[in-house]
């Protein structure tokens, strides 16, 4: 079966402008997960959907929001761009409830560049 | 809350030596423990996990990790590294119930010499 699929795969942006990052999880799978990946932080949860609910949100500003549609499917959008989004944003998807302990899988990821 | 620690940000081994990275935990509540290898522009793969059932719990690959609570540590171990080995690899941790995310360590690049 397909896995998950992030669109694009690298985006180059300016400070101040706007970005959607996508995301397709398996099909099937009800959850959604964002996490910023950056050398100088590492790994970041960023917030978790459940059919199309927002259900746990990490420690970041409110320039950072997302959403889930009736498929499943899920976008976080970024505005007024900094040079520290600069990041790798992944998408996880899993099938329920206690979303990592029932396995994440990841999609391969989203390199945004903030120039 | 809950943390991981992992010790070594770079471990370089031998092809066919022993491959050892070592985790650490910090959790209130009984944790769940994971281990993903993420390979260059890639995303995430799972290794394997450990959720209260048996603590040797064995991944994909040849890996394999023990939960030892007295040490709070779920270190992985390989017995014999392959040149395909050389990765990034992250521990992390999550509760039975609640937060629905997991915390990261801070990744150890394993380099493989041949």
């Known amino acids: 079966k397909a896995g998950v699929t992030q669109t694009p795969r690298y985006l180059i942006k300016t400070r101040g402008q706007q970005v959607t990052l996508s995301c397709s999880p398996i099909s099937g799978h009800r959850s959604v997960s964002w996490y910023q990946q950056t050398p100088g932080q590492g790994l970041q949860f960023l917030f978790e959907?459940?059919?199309?609910?927002?259900?746990n949100k990490g420690n970041f500003p409110g320039r950072f929001s997302g959403r889930q549609f009736s498929n499943s499917r899920s976008e976080m959008n970024v505005s007024t761009l900094e040079l520290g989004d600069s990041a790798l944003y992944l998408c996880?998807?899993?099938?329920?409830?206690?979303?990592?302990?029932?396995?994440?899988?990841f999609g391969s990821g989203t390199r945004l560049t903030v120039v | 809350a809950q943390s991981v620690t992992q010790l070594g940000s770079h471990v370089s081994v031998s092809e066919g030596a022993l491959v050892l990275l070592r985790c650490n935990y910090s959790s209130s509540v009984p944790p769940y423990l994971f281990w993903y290898v993420q390979y260059p522009n890639q995303g995430l793969q799972l290794l394997l996990k450990?959720?209260?059932?048996?603590?040797l719990v064995k991944g994909i690959n040849g890996f394999e990790a023990e939960f030892k609570k007295s040490e709070t540590s779920f270190h992985l171990t390989k017995p014999s590294a392959h040149m395909s080995d050389a990765a990034e690899y992250f521990c992390a941790v999550s509760a039975p119930r609640g937060n629905e995310k997991l915390t990261f360590g801070t990744g150890t690049r394993l380099t493989i010499i041949p």
């Open positions: 996880a998807s899993s099938s329920g409830q206690g979303a990592p302990n029932y396995g994440y899988t």
């Open positions: 450990y959720t209260s059932a048996a603590t």
């Open positions: 959907y459940f059919s199309e609910t927002q259900r």
